[in-house]
């Protein structure tokens, strides 16, 4: 397991630069120029170049990546053009409000989706699975942003139960941080927990007809220990793949999410850097959440040895 954990790790190096490669090139050839924004619209061709040479976007492109990349080795991703402060600084003043909003939407969607996904498959064929069924096509067709909206509209703004924007720190409070991320959590939940009951209950239907669930009927044991024991500790495998792959829908979700609710996080930090072509700030929080979303597939892939004794690496 060690050994394993250790090749897994060495391996996020190439797949981390690939990445790199990537969100710089892709940078590199879009449309648009940072210097042009920053000297404004009066501004004349050399004044845009003079700003355009003392940010180095004169230079050639393997020159730039170069730079780049030896700056990223020294764990330094470069400094905001538009802010002038360094973009590990920015990351570090809007990485709580994301991590709570993630951490928050996890707990809650596990939670809800993975019971009523054994519901689902325990009573299926009744109106229980088709309405289960029903929602998880509702969560994975309404887009995120109207959701919150509605959200907002009939629980901030006309019950007023709870704050329609904005972010409270934890150090304020547990009660005060929740009800800040309550509407948001529910928002960017619903495709979250539509994915995750739709697995759970394909795999528990599977493993509902096999022998050994049979057995443990014939023996006494109870409906409760069947679903939750016997059966759920063998579909898990492909639950908590699922669990794993959705932090890419969490990911880009909270861009969305912190938009509407303007919560101050890095979804929000990654909007304003796009609309003024703020490079290194672009490239720093692309890379931070790849380098989390290889994180959790190898987390995923330790888990498996939990979950089923039968897996060794």
């Known amino acids: 397991m060690f050994v394993y954990t250790c090749r897994r790790i060495i391996a996020t190096v190439p797949v981390m630069a690939v990445v790199a490669l990537f969100v710089f090139s892709l940078l590199f050839i879009s449309p648009g120029d940072p210097a042009t924004v920053i000297a404004g619209d009066q501004a004349t061709p050399a004044e845009v170049e003079r700003i355009r040479m003392s940010?180095?976007?004169?230079?050639?492109?393997?020159?730039?990546?170069?730079?780049?990349?030896?700056?990223?080795?020294?764990?330094?991703?470069?400094?905001?053009?538009?802010?002038?402060?360094?973009v590990t600084t920015l990351i570090a003043q809007r990485i709580e409000p994301t991590l709570s909003l993630m951490f928050v939407t996890l707990i809650m969607a596990v939670t809800i989706a993975v019971p009523i996904g054994v519901v689902a498959a325990w009573k299926a064929g009744t109106w229980i699975d088709r309405a289960v069924m029903a929602f998880?096509?509702?969560?994975?067709?309404?887009?995120?942003?109207?959701?919150?909206?509605?959200?907002?509209?009939?629980?901030?703004?006309?019950?007023?139960?709870?704050?329609?924007?904005?972010?409270?720190?934890?150090?304020?409070?547990?009660?005060?941080?929740?009800?800040?991320?309550?509407?948001?959590?529910?928002?960017?939940?619903?495709?979250?927990?539509?994915?995750?009951?739709?697995?759970?209950?394909?795999?528990?239907?599977?493993?509902?007809?096999?022998?050994?669930?049979?057995?443990?009927?014939?023996?006494?044991?109870?409906?409760?220990?069947?679903?939750?024991?016997?059966?759920?500790?063998?579909?898990?495998?492909?639950?908590?793949?699922?669990?794993?792959?959705?932090?890419?829908?969490?990911?880009?979700?909270a861009v969305v999410t912190e938009s509407v609710f303007a919560i101050p996080g890095l979804g929000r930090l990654t909007v304003d850097a796009i609309l003024r072509r703020d490079y290194p700030v672009i490239q720093g929080v692309?890379?931070?959440?790849?380098?989390?979303?290889?994180?959790?597939?190898?987390?995923?892939?330790?888990?498996y040895t939990l979950v089923d004794p039968r897996i060794r690496y």
């Open 55 to 86: 940010l180095g976007l004169d230079r050639s492109f393997l020159v730039q990546f170069g730079d780049w990349l030896w700056r990223l080795a020294h764990l330094d991703l470069g400094v905001s053009i538009f802010t002038n402060l360094p």
């Open 136 to 253: 998880s096509v509702f969560g994975f067709s309404v887009p995120v942003f109207v959701i919150g909206y509605i959200l907002a509209y009939i629980f901030a703004l006309s019950l007023d139960w709870l704050p329609v924007q904005g972010y409270t720190p934890i150090s304020q409070g547990i009660i005060p941080w929740l009800r800040g991320l309550v509407l948001p959590a529910i928002a960017l939940s619903c495709v979250y927990i539509a994915l995750i009951a739709r697995i759970t209950r394909a795999t528990m239907l599977e493993v509902l007809q096999q022998d050994y669930i049979r057995t443990a009927r014939a023996k006494g044991v109870d409906q409760g220990g069947i679903l939750f024991i016997h059966a759920l500790k063998n579909a898990a495998v492909p639950i908590v793949t699922v669990i794993g792959i959705g932090v890419a829908l969490l990911i880009g979700g």
């Open 286 to 303: 692309v890379l931070l959440f790849s380098f989390v979303y290889v994180l959790v597939n190898l987390a995923v892939d330790l888990v």
